[in-house]
């Protein structure tokens, strides 16, 4: 089978359930606290070997109970944790996250051990990203890591995809290496200017990436589904109708289950529903990895 590699974070989330986001200066009671593997690149890693993908995960955690306990995990995904790297002086990172009744979340990081995933670590792993099929980036890592990896995965021929999240702006220099981008609305916006609402923003936010020199664009639209465009086919491809509980990782259950579909030898259009199908199912559920599926749930929920 082709091999994904996901390279990206690892974060201990620390997740209070809230009947509403507490405002400036308000003492809110919560009614639940749990600590949630996540993290992106872990997320993301996660939802693609849960929904078979052969994949090899390159990452940084703190020499600490909860980050080798992350690892023990990913491992029992079928995960390849040989280039999960353990940081001798800095914690595994770590996310506060608020999740509120209606089942929307709010998230503050502090990158600690993901910090120390430097260019000089991404190099240590180049013979890893030359031989994938494709290389899966997010930006909870440094970025001139996630630019050092983009660039030996360009010049080895392994297929670029970005999900360009949290938003931030990034250089005209790593997007033009890119030959899949994954962002949200906000994501979407911030890159390219253009506030995406429905399919004719859509549009026009996807053609401003386009002109940046990268071939394929899916913007996820939340509950609307997603926006595809490449190599002149485009369409708004709806998800499906479920109730949400909890959205966190439903991007990175969307990315993960993407690309595992695809490399299975499914069309974009196929590994779409498939991913829409994964995400779906995983903002019924609570937390972020305890969130997402297995195939056989998947499959199951398409049938
Ligand atoms: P998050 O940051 O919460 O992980 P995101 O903002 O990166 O998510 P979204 O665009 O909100 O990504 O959603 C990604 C995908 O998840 C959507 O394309 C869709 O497949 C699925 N999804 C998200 N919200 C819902 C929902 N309420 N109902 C059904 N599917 C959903």
Redo the contacts with the bound molecule.
Sequence with gaps: MKQLVVLGSVNADHVLRVPHFPRPGETLRGHSYQVLPGGKGANQAVAAARLGADIGFIARIGDDAIGRQMRDGFAADGIDVSAVECDPALPTGIAIIYVSDE?E?NIGLSAEANGALTPEVVERHAARIAGADTLLLQLEVPLESVLHAATLAHAAGTRVVL?P?PAQPLPASLLALVDLITP???EAELLTGVAVTDEASARAAAARFHAMGIASVMI???????YWSEQGEAALIP????T?ID????????NGALLAEQLRGASMPEAIRF??AA??L??TRFGAQSSIPHLAEVRAFLK
Excluded: E, P, Y
């Design positions: 089942g979340n999900n999240a949200n609305q906000t996820t639209l939340g509950a609307q589904g997603v998800g499906f109708r479920v949400a959205t966190t990782a439903a991007g990175d259950t969307f991913a829409h995400a779906a995983s903002v």
